[in-house]
């Protein structure tokens, strides 16, 4: 079975990996896996007193919102497209280098929500380029030096 993976975050960078995805899947007669990873940040967990339910929820919702939207866009740009989607909790580049076994191509953006953006690339998509266990494309954001 083709299966190409995309990480979607509900930035730009993730919207333009997404639209290239969703083209291949079309080229490649593919199944478009959909993952939002979310990390729940240490400090949640601070103070040796477990978080309240409906904030750790909160994070898993938020992450379920943004693959349905992302799966909604897909539908649109490409309709016919097989499509599986995936909210998780973990880290984003090992849940998409765990997802991304045994899947023909592996896409993300240049760089997602993360706070530092003189970089190249953002430290999902670094991390992703070394260690995927198949292809990588790394789409660049919209308006950054070289995208389209």
């Known amino acids: 079975m083709n299966v190409i993976v995309v990480g979607v975050d509900g930035s730009q960078g993730s919207e333009a990996a997404l639209r290239f995805a969703a083209e291949e899947a079309v080229l490649r007669g593919a199944t478009l896996r959909v993952v939002c990873a979310y990390h729940v940040p240490a ?7 477990a978080p309240p339910v409906d904030l750790i929820s909160g994070f898993h919702e938020t992450a379920e919102e943004i693959v349905t939207d992302a799966v909604a866009r897909v539908e649109e740009l490409s309709p016919g497209v097989s499509i599986e989607k995936l909210a998780c ?34 430290s999902v998509s670094q991390q992703v ?8 494309v790394i789409v660049p954001t919209p308006g950054e030096e070289g995208a389209p």
């Open 89 to 122: 909790e973990g880290h984003p580049a090992d849940e998409l280098l765990r997802e991304a076994e045994g899947a023909d191509l592996l896409v993300v953006g240049s760089r997602g929500l993360g706070g530092f953006r003189s970089l190249l690339l953002g």
């Open 43 to 49: 400090p949640v967990y601070a103070g040796g007193i």
């Open 129 to 136: 380029s070394h260690h995927s266990p198949c292809p990588v």
